[in-house]
Structure formats: structure tokens, C-alpha cells
């Protein structure tokens, strides 16, 4: 499913950054069971989350790109 690719590679920058879900979920101005249920697949990010996830992580949209596996 493509929502849980979305979220591995959120889960996987926001770790590689140090962040915590609820640090993330701060910066973001969102519920930490939002950001759960984004990371875990069960809801797809918008286009202005993925920008502003983007932003805060210090890396590109394209970076959060699911690769076709």
C-alpha cells in the first residue's frame, strides 16, 4: 500500500534527525496520533504536510518520495 511507504520514509528522516514523534508532532502543530497514524500507513499525508515535513527535517520534498520497490 502505498500510504505505508509515505510513512516508513517519514519515520525513517524524522530518526535519522533525532526527533521523537512528539517533537515532530510539535514543530508540526499536529497531534502526536496524527503523525502515528501517518507513519503507520493508516493515513495518507497531504502535499502541504509532506512540504512542511520537508522543511523541519532540513531535507528535500523528493527525499520523501517512496522509491518503487
Do not use: C, H, Y
Amino acid at each position: 500500500m502505498e500510504t505505508d511507504k509515505w510513512g516508513r520514509r517519514i519515520r525513517a528522516f524524522r530518526k535519522l534527525k533525532g526527533l521523537t514523534q512528539e517533537g515532530l508532532a510539535k514543530k508540526l502543530g499536529i497531534s502526536v496520533s496524527v503523525l502515528g497514524e501517518i507513519e503507520r500507513g493508516s493515513r495518507l499525508p497531504t502535499e502541504d504536510f509532506l512540504k512542511n515535513v520537508a522543511e523541519i527535517l532540513g531535507i528535500q520534498r523528493e527525499d520523501l518520495e517512496p522509491s518503487d520497490e
